[in-house]
């Protein structure tokens, strides 16, 4: 089924009366929000089967992945709905009255309030957990803030079934008309349309990075500049220590092969890097490693453009000079399958060649052979902002090494020490975003209930009534939530001097 093209009247329709509906919702109670996101959870557990029968047939993703990617996706919404109402993301400040200070002080409170409307952009690797309900509009939902997303059209009935799942929840729950629309759009006049318009306070997006790049410019380029929340291209570099490939080597390049491959590598955590000192560990490394992947079976992509640019990034890859590929999938692939593939590259040559630090998005990953630990670290220094860094590393060598570990931390939002960056769980520790280009701002989650303070801002109240203000900031403490008051934090009602 074909889905035409949002028009200018469907998406000024769509603004006007998102704001309309914000100037209700940014009103709401934390409950009500909570209330309606387990609502939205509810409809896509009804609509389950539905919902992967018609992801399956527009991604090739297997049922069992698209049904633990929905029910992830019901877990943000449920677990985001109840940190949204236990309240502590709002930040709540409150510096009482010192009338005899001199000067005196007046009362001041200050909490987070909703951003506005949010536009949404559907990722194409995560017809759920990224897409229509995915993590993006319920954080939004949870900061109080309508959403207007854009279907990605590689999984536009997918998303439209989601979309519809959502309505519902809204009309149960007694929502203002407005809080959500749903619009498509293959044309890139759809998108900064969207973003251009007056109404619209902040943009959630996850894929390529030329798509989230153009996003960030046009925000930037209004007259009222936006955030825009990107997350984009990274290349997760793994850093291989030589005590730790002699001591478990053959360990290591199991678990990396599976990470490399998994998903037919189209994870934005996938490693497409890994940079080890050149040693006769390394080159037992290899052949684990290049033996696994020989026998990984190539796996269809998730739709053909994915594919083609696969195909086309990997052959420019393995064009450069000096870059030697190492292993390849056995299996002749068929169109639109990836075969995995490693390959390897002498550190000099990296340093030198920007083209190789590009993401390659697919079962595809690149080995990095250095001269020495030194040879490593300026690897690390040279590398650009990274969703993650893994470290295999004894703890003897990680302690040593300090150095090389404040470099890599340097890049990264997420630091891991003898695992794999593929598998990013939905918890209020984990970091996804990390320097530039791995998203457009590096201080905020794409992943857990902190993701909600993206689409939030701080507004101070000085000297109002207890009766005009906010709940939240009410002497009583109404919501019963955790305020810092006088610098305590607590969740005792104000006591006035």
């Keep these: 089924m074909e889905y035409t093209d949002a028009s200018p009247v469907q998406i000024e329709a769509a603004m006007q009366q998102a704001w309309t509906a914000f100037q209700t919702y940014k009103n709401s109670s934390l409950q009500q929000r909570a209330d309606f996101m387990r ?14 029968h018609i992801a399956m047939e527009e991604t090739q993703l297997t049922e069992a992945r698209l049904r633990s990617e929905l029910a992830r996706t019901q877990f943000q919404l449920t677990s985001y ?5 236990r309240g502590a993301w709002l930040d709540v400040r409150i510096d009482t009255a010192l009338p005899d200070r001199q000067p005196p002080r007046p009362d001041i409170r200050k909490m987070l309030v909703p951003l506005g409307p949010v536009v949404v952009f559907g990722a194409a690797n995560f017809p759920f957990a990224y897409s229509t309900a995915g993590g993006d509009t319920a954080c939004a939902f949870a900061a109080g803030c309508p959403v207007i997303v854009k279907a990605h059209p590689a999984h536009a009935r997918t998303s439209e079934l989601a979309a519809a799942c959502i309505e519902r929840a809204a009309m149960k729950c007694g929502m203002p008309a407005g809080i959500f629309a749903h619009l498509h759009g293959v044309s890139n006049e759809v998108g900064k349309a969207l973003v251009e318009h007056t109404y619209t306070r902040a943009v959630g997006f996850t894929g390529s990075f030329a798509g989230g790049k153009q996003l960030f410019d046009w925000a930037n380029q209004r007259k009222q500049p936006i955030p825009v929340f990107a997350e984009m291209s990274s290349i997760n570099p793994v850093f291989l220590l030589p005590e730790k ?11 990396y092969a599976a990470s490399i491959t998994l998903g037919v590598g189209q994870f934005c955590t996938n490693p497409g890097l890994l ?8 080159d037992n490394f290899i052949g684990e490693l290049s033996a696994a992947i020989q026998r990984t079976v190539p796996g269809t ?37 990836a ?119 701080p507004l101070a109240y000085q000297q109002w009534d207890n009766t005009l203000l906010p709940a939240a900031l009410q002497d009583e403490n109404p919501w019963g939530i955790w305020r810092t008051i006088n610098d305590e934090l607590t969740k005792e009602p104000v006591k006035r001097n």
């Design 39 to 52: 609502a939205i959870a509810d409809e896509l557990a009804q609509s389950a089967t539905e919902l992967v």
């Design 339 to 457: 075969a995995a593939t490693l390959a390897t590259v002498p550190a000099s040559v990296f340093l030198t060649n920007p083209l190789l630090h590009q993401e390659v998005f697919g079962p595809y990953s690149l080995l990095v052979q250095c001269s020495s630990l030194d040879e490593m670290l300026q690897v690390a220094q040279a590398l650009e902002g990274q969703l993650t860094t893994s470290v295999i590393a004894t703890v003897a060598e990680a302690a040593r090494h300090t150095a090389l570990i404040n470099a890599i931390q340097d890049i990264c939002g997420r630091l891991i020490l003898n695992g794999v960056p593929t598998g990013v769980e939905v918890c209020l520790s984990m970091q996804h975003g990390g320097p530039f280009p791995a998203t457009t701002d590096s201080r905020f989650s794409a992943v857990g209930a902190d993701g909600i303070r993206r689409f939030a801002r």
């Design 81 to 85: 709905g109840a940190a949204c109402e």
């Design 275 to 282: 940079i080890a000192v050149a040693s006769p560990a390394l």
């Design 245 to 255: 490939l002699e001591t478990d080597g053959v360990s290591v390049a199991e678990q």
């Design 301 to 337: 992509m998730l739709h053909t453009g994915i594919f083609k640019n696969y195909v086309e990034r990997r052959a420019i890859a393995l064009s450069q000079a000096d870059v030697e590929m190492l292993a390849v999938s056995a299996q002749e692939p068929q169109y639109n399958q």
